[in-house]
């Protein structure tokens, strides 16, 4: 039987003797803190690193990655978000990571848990004065985690965004782990990480992590990234057709980010994979981890 037990911002599932768990703190954009599936470790607590420098598991709208300056048009219009990469001068990984969810629904069965949390958004800021509800729904089994986001514009106008998800991933030894994904083109990043143009992407079979140290993005030809590990499998699917996947090592010791998204960076500029949702409509996607073992 899987539980579900909430104290004050923390959401905890736990299942079946514990073979799979999550923890999702509500006050942090309801991001995923902690997971375990089919035994193994997956994410845990990114300290002694603050959560409003690693983003850790957040999900990252109205844009993924960076804006340049902050600054950006939409319709003839110039907005201006707050700058919160100072030393880059950018704007970064959007507005609802630090945001408070509200549970909605939730649920535990002998085979799976779900949990539905929303955030509405009613207040106009200066870089993006639109309003809009978020939805996420985490369904948890001992094998599977899904996450389902959907926005909605509450707002009379229409609005443009990117979405993304920012994970970081346990290895035990991420030197000799590697990453699998359909993809012949990257965009090429400046000093600032700001997209300068899509170029061609050389590893485009197996990409072994080794020793690099990445912050690069990807432009995917499928829906499917496998994470391969000394001790675990993970397959990362998502429903949408035209995707991106952003890898990055922090400074944590086997840990790798995977995040996958739908636009890169400064997308609101280049326009590299940016969408708009009209008022009173509703964009949907799925992203699904499922492990398997070695």
């Known amino acids: 039987m899987f539980k579900i037990n909430q104290k004050k911002n923390n959401l905890e599932i736990i299942g079946i003797k514990k073979v799979s768990k999550a923890k999702i703190h509500l006050n942090q954009g309801a991001s995923l803190q902690e997971l375990t599936l089919g035994g193994h470790e997956l994410i845990k607590d990114m300290s002694p690193f603050a959560y409003d420098t690693t983003y850790a598991s957040s999900i990252l709208f109205p844009f993924a990655n960076r804006i340049k300056d902050g600054s950006y048009t939409f319709e003839g219009i110039s907005y201006q978000f707050d700058i919160n990469e100072e030393k880059l001068n950018n704007a970064l990984h959007g507005l609802v990571y630090n945001k408070t969810f509200e549970v909605i629904h939730k649920e535990g069965t002998e085979t799976y848990a779900s949990v539905k949390l929303m955030y509405h958004e009613k207040n106009e800021s200066n870089g993006f004065p639109f309003t809009y509800v978020i939805c996420l729904e985490y369904i948890l089994t001992e094998t599977t985690i899904d996450l389902n986001v959907e926005i909605k514009n509450t707002d009379s106008k229409p609005f443009p965004f990117t979405l993304g998800w920012h994970p970081y991933f346990l290895s035990s030894d991420l030197h000799n782990s590697s990453l699998i994904f359909d993809s012949n083109l990257k965009l090429q990043l400046d000093k600032r990480n700001i997209t300068e143009k899509i170029v061609i992407n050389e590893n485009a079979d197996c990409f072994k992590i080794n020793n690099q140290f990445l912050d690069d993005c990807f432009v995917l030809n499928s829906k499917y990234t496998v994470f391969k590990t000394p001790k675990y499998v993970l397959t990362l699917r998502t429903s949408e057709e ?14 790798i980010a995977i995040e996958p998204t739908t636009g890169g960076s400064d997308s609101f500029n280049n326009g590299i994979g940016l969408k708009t949702l009209k008022p009173g409509d509703t964009y949907s996607i799925n992203w699904n981890l499922n492990i398997d073992n070695v």
């Open 242 to 255: 035209d995707s991106y996947l952003q890898l990055y090592t922090p400074p944590q010791k086997n840990t």
